[in-house]
């Protein structure tokens, strides 16, 4: 599997984002599927995710009500709708696939996803 992030960019705060992710393999709507981010001397962590086959979706905190996680599963693609961003948004943006994952639920641990694609970076100014 391969995944190719792209879509980031530099935004005033307030501004959106649509970040992209495709991904090659024929199993792709069986994954679960995360946006991770990670910030200078921060670790990496979960915006969104789509549990196996998209029964569900997960959001941290931070990112809730403003960010948006979608599929197309016929382009085998993964979207991240970032709206109302912030300057601690600011971070290099990656998409990832767990393999062996389940339905309604998703792991946070980036160590769980098997595939990554090669970050994109996100820069919002004040």
């Known amino acids: 599997v391969q995944l190719q992030a792209s879509g980031g960019g530099s935004v005033q705060a307030g501004g959106s984002l649509r970040l992209s992710c495709a991904a090659s393999?024929?199993?792709?709507?069986?994954?679960?599927m995360g946006w991770f981010r990670q910030a200078p001397g921060k670790e990496r962590e979960l915006l969104a995710a789509?549990?196996?086959?998209?029964?569900?979706?997960h959001y941290a905190d931070s990112v809730k009500g403003r960010f948006t996680i979608s599929r197309d599963n016929a382009k085998n693609t993964v979207y991240l709708q970032m709206n109302s961003l912030k300057p601690e948004d600011t971070a290099v943006y990656y998409c990832?696939?767990?393999?062996?994952?389940?339905?309604?639920?998703?792991?946070?641990?980036?160590?769980?996803?098997?595939?990554w694609g090669q970050g994109t970076l996100v820069t919002v100014s004040s």
């Open positions: 990832a696939a767990e393999v062996a994952c389940y339905s309604y639920i998703v792991s946070a641990d980036p160590g769980d996803y098997d595939y």
């Open positions: 393999g024929r199993t792709f709507s069986s994954y679960c």
């Open positions: 789509f549990s196996r086959n998209g029964a569900s979706t």
